[in-house]
């Protein structure tokens, strides 16, 4: 389920994902059933260790029902349905105000528009504060505590303390909920108690070895949150004559020290590896992406930022070279795989990008044969003229428009909905035709592909069709800030110079699906597209494919690798469509020197995405032989190949990445990979609101 957390990250979501089946109700309305274990916890510390005993365990159905307002724990891993009674949806309302009025009113300098907003911050309080007068429902009320004392918005600005005092005071003085208020905060303290604990043990444990500045910037800000949140608790709660127990000593400037010391430590590890490879003065792709770590920690480690002479004049001359490159690419309509890299990315897409890099730092041939059709080759597409389209004003036709323009058009429609655009953005598309300097450029590539991976029989003659695969490579996904992963399309066993040219105008198309539209509007970019690439690439039989993610996000463990493999294509795994194993490898273990640390589920595999024989292009859902669904869909030898793989690119990259490979004939392929889009939120709120102050007193306390 790769996609679903890359997409809960980009949107900085929480998400918990669960099993169920969607239905509809006798009113028409969508519900899913699901099922959920429940049981009792007692805790007991026997022989020393603390042990949590599950008792009275059964498995209950529950219904979900469109509009249904949900709590999510992402952290403990647990879901509560709150449903749709009244004073449940005029509290979300009333917090929804005023968390999105309180958050404009940290931005604004207009005098009109502060008082507007204070007005509509005294209206929430007022709503919130009639309901909790009334509220004589535990679940509720408990629902409203979470949203004064732990719920904050992602800007970090949250409830001012007067306002969390008043909310606090009324349920509190409120006598149908009093009791179990009281209850409840006394718990959560000792919750926020016990996981601030737990993040400050796991930080001096884990920083002195850490091997990425992502991981000590994520261990830091985790206690930072934690602290925020439990010392806005216990102020509220002493105001109350609650006073919570005493905090064990705990030294701020400690888990500074410890941050800025490893920090430093890392800078100055990739300076002599810098150092090193400029002396030995061979060409070493990874030179790239160690200069780029170097600038994060100098971004980080900004009370100290001295320059080397060496390092700049090699960003300087890497800088010359890549301008070079450019104005060398810049007007291509298909750049070949091996002139392609990070230099390029303005003209290929990121994804491109980064299966070049790949490639690049591979020591082994993992990347499948490809080229890209740039961006520019889609500008050209976007000026062709279209055929007469209506305007919307009363079946009126316009002419004489470009693609571009016509799209602009369809967008701009206040009568319409998404789904009403990206369709009739899609039949634009069909009607126009593709230049022909782009189709003669295409197929030339194409041939050079089929040339390079057609197998021979005994006979010298070829053996089967070679397919390939055509995906987007837009400039909006696969980047270091998001992923948008899955949101484009993907076309799988294209054959033949025609079919190719279909679908690469339907890959261009499918960059304004419902999906993609509404997301560029929900993330607050434009409405138009940056534009991008194209990748076709060699189709991969995958017998095994998944993907790997360099750190568990689900569990928050940096240390450990997650893999979903599956039998048969990749394109069943990342959308859910099928069952997968799931194996966990704990990192640093070098898996030609030591055996490899990992548990490994295996699932039930009763379906594989494989090819459609029948149509002769696409894919099918197929059953799977009965003695496979059990077996691990990966041997070990497989796993620890992936590993080293996986374990080495991110090493380049300084950063979690998220990668998509198949194993076709025992062969390991990767197939795309992109950045796990956290690690550069962590970056810019450690640099934007938690930076190192730089004292010389830190390094003197530990």
């Not at 918005?153 to 909310?167: A, E, Q």
């Not at 990121?350 to 890099?357: G, R, V």
């Not at 009568?415 to 009607?431: A, F, G, H, T, V």
Request: net charge neutral; with cysteine.
């Amino acid at each position: 389920m790769s996609h679903a957390g890359l997409i809960a990250m980009q949107f900085r979501k929480p998400a918990l994902i669960i099993s169920g089946k969607w239905q509809v109700d006798s009113s028409g309305r969508k519900i899913l059933i699901f099922k959920s274990i429940e049981y009792k916890i007692v805790q007991k510390k026997i022989n020393g260790f603390d042990v949590c005993i599950r008792t009275d365990i059964e498995e209950k159905e529950y219904t979900l029902r469109e509009g249904d307002l949900l709590i999510l724990d992402t952290q403990a891993g647990n879901m509560r349905v709150l449903g749709q009674g009244s004073n449940v949806l005029a509290l979300y309302e009333g917090f929804q105000l005023y968390n999105s009025s309180n958050e404009l009113l940290a931005t604004v300098k207009n005098e009109r528009e502060i008082l507007g907003l204070r007005g509509k911050l005294l209206r929430a309080r007022h709503q919130l504060e009639n309901v909790l007068r009334r509220c004589d429902d535990p679940v509720t009320a408990r629902y409203a505590l979470f949203e004064i004392l732990l719920n904050s918005p992602t800007s970090g600005i949250g409830m001012n303390y007067r306002d969390k005092y008043f909310l606090l005071s009324v349920l509190l003085n409120n006598p149908l909920s009093a009791n179990d208020t009281r209850e409840y905060l006394m718990r959560i303290m000792l919750e926020l108690k016990s996981g601030f604990t737990d993040a400050v043990h796991k930080a001096t444990k884990d920083m002195p070895t850490s091997a990425y500045a992502f991981e000590i910037l994520y261990l830091r800000l985790d206690i930072i949150h934690q602290m925020q949140v439990l010392e806005s608790a216990e102020t509220a709660l002493s105001a109350f004559g609650m006073v919570p127990s005493q905090n064990e000593d705990f030294s701020k400037d400690r888990i500074e020290a410890l941050a800025v010391d490893r920090l430093s430590i890392l800078k100055r590890n990739l300076f002599l590896k810098i150092k090193y490879m400029l002396n030995k003065g061979n060409d070493d792709f990874r030179l790239r992406h160690f200069l780029r770590q170097h600038d994060r920690l100098k971004s980080i480690l900004s009370f100290s930022r001295k320059s080397n002479s060496a390092i700049e004049k090699t960003k300087e001359e890497l800088s010359d070279q890549d301008n070079e490159k450019v104005k060398k690419y810049a007007k291509r309509l298909i750049i070949d795989s091996a002139e392609c890299g990070f230099e390029l990315y303005n003209y290929i897409g990121w994804k491109a990008a980064n299966l070049a890099e790949i490639d690049r730092l591979g020591k082994e041939d993992i990347v499948p044969p490809w080229f890209v059709v740039t961006d520019m080759a889609f500008r050209e597409m976007m000026q062709t003229p279209v055929k007469e389209i209506d305007s919307g004003n009363g079946g009126q036709l316009v002419s004489n428009l470009s693609l571009r323009e016509a799209i602009a058009n369809i967008l701009g429609k206040k009568d319409l909905n998404n789904r009403q655009k990206s369709i009739q953005i899609r039949s634009l598309w069909e009607r126009t035709q593709l230049p022909g300097a782009i189709c003669q450029a295409v197929t030339e590539a194409y041939k050079n592909i089929v040339g390079e991976s057609v197998v021979k029989d005994k006979a010298d003659k070829q053996a089967g069709l070679v397919y390939v695969a055509v995906r987007s490579s837009s400039l909006e996904e696969d980047t270091e800030a998001a992923a948008h992963a899955g949101e484009f399309e993907t076309y799988l066993y294209i054959h033949g110079d025609d079919q190719l040219l279909y679908y690469l105008k339907q890959t261009w198309s499918g960059l304004w699906t419902e999906r993609a539209i509404h997301n560029r509007a929900l993330l607050g970019g434009e409405a138009k597209l940056k534009g991008g690439g194209v990748i076709v690439q060699r189709m991969v039989d995958s017998c095994v494919s998944g993907v790997l993610q360099t750190v568990n996000i689900p569990k928050g463990n940096i240390r450990e690798m997650v893999i979903n493999a599956g039998l048969g294509l990749g394109e069943g795994v990342v959308s859910g469509t099928v069952a997968a194993d799931q194996v966990t490898v704990t990192k640093g273990i070098d898996p030609e020197k030591e055996l490899l640390r990992f548990s490994y589920i295996t699932s039930d595999k009763t379906l594989q995405i494989v090819f459609n024989h029948h149509a002769g292009f696409g894919t099918i859902p197929a059953q799977t032989i009965y003695h496979q669904r059990l077996r691990p869909a990966m041997e070990y030898v497989e796993l620890c190949q992936l590993v080293r793989n996986a374990a080495a690119l991110e090493k380049a990259y300084g950063y979690p990445l998220d990668i998509e490979f198949g194993i076709e004939n025992d062969h390991l392929w990767i197939l795309q990979a992109r950045p796990v889009a956290s690690f550069l939120s962590v970056l810019n709120e450690t640099i934007e609101r938690f930076p190192f102050k730089g004292s010389d007193n830190l390094h003197n306390k530990k």
